[in-house]
Nanobody, 120 residues
Framework: QVRLVESGGGVVQAGGSLRLFCVAS????????MGWFRQAPGKEREFVAC????????VYTDSVKGRFTISRDNARNAMSLQMNSLKPEDTAVYYC?????????????WGQGTQVTVSS
């Protein structure tokens, strides 16, 4: 498995931006597709975006399309999520994970999460 550590969360006003980071160690990062999920209080964990192992393919959930951008740097074993035009409904704990697709069961390693709070 791969060990994942997120960072970059914080408090931002609506309309602002944040960039989340995920650094990996363990198995070869460059061979792993990666994704971001989020979980708001009282809600189930939901898919946000994912990226293929070489960064060629990306998938986004509809609510973040055009606002969020997932990217990766395999030379640095890192992945990021650029979040623009943030909305209060984006408030959640954000998790990076190793795997691909919209379903959590397709991911086999998870980070500890980083809190994102968007104030109105």
């Amino acid at each position: 498995q791969v060990r994942l550590v997120e960072s970059g969360g914080g408090v931002v006003q609506a309309g602002g931006s944040l960039r989340l980071f995920c650094v990996a160690s363990g198995r070869t990062f460059g061979s792993s597709a990666m994704g971001w999920f989020r979980q708001a209080p009282g809600k189930e964990r939901e898919f946000v975006a994912c990226i293929s192992s070489r960064g060629v393919s990306t998938v986004y959930t509809d609510s973040v399309k055009g606002r969020f951008t997932i990217s990766r740097d395999n030379a640095r074993n890192a992945m990021s999520l650029q979040m623009n035009s943030l909305k209060p409904e984006d408030t959640a704990v954000y998790y990076c994970a190793a795997g691909y697709g919209k379903y959590a069961h397709a991911y086999d390693s998870w980070g500890q999460g980083t809190q994102v709070t968007v104030s109105s």
